[in-house]
């Protein structure tokens, strides 16, 4: 599940530049606008969404980091990625 968010953003955002939710630091949140231009303006404040996730019952997982550790994680139920 996810919940969908519109917040305010700066004409100077980098919208490659993702964020991590410390508790899955597995996961990199992004806007799903690429660019200022396909945000909406609205009397020169400009608006883009994220999504974040939504775990509705703890989940186990595990992945590989780059350099070939194996991490596993328990994630508790909860509401993820939601932006500062």
């Known amino acids: 599940m996810k919940n969908t968010y519109r917040v305010t953003v700066p004409e100077d955002t980098d919208f490659f530049e993702g964020w991590v939710d410390s508790r899955v630091p ?3 949140f992004m806007y799903h606008q690429e660019s200022l231009e396909e945000c909406e303006e609205v009397d020169g404040v400009y608006y ?3 999504d974040s996730w939504v ?8 992945y590989i980091e780059s350099d070939g550790t194996k991490v596993s994680l328990t994630i508790p139920a909860g509401e993820y990625g939601v932006k500062p």
Do not use: G, K, Q
Request: overall charge negative.
């Open 26 to 28: 597995h996961m990199v």
């Open 48 to 50: 883009a969404t994220y």
């Open 55 to 62: 775990v509705d019952a703890e989940r186990n997982v595990t």
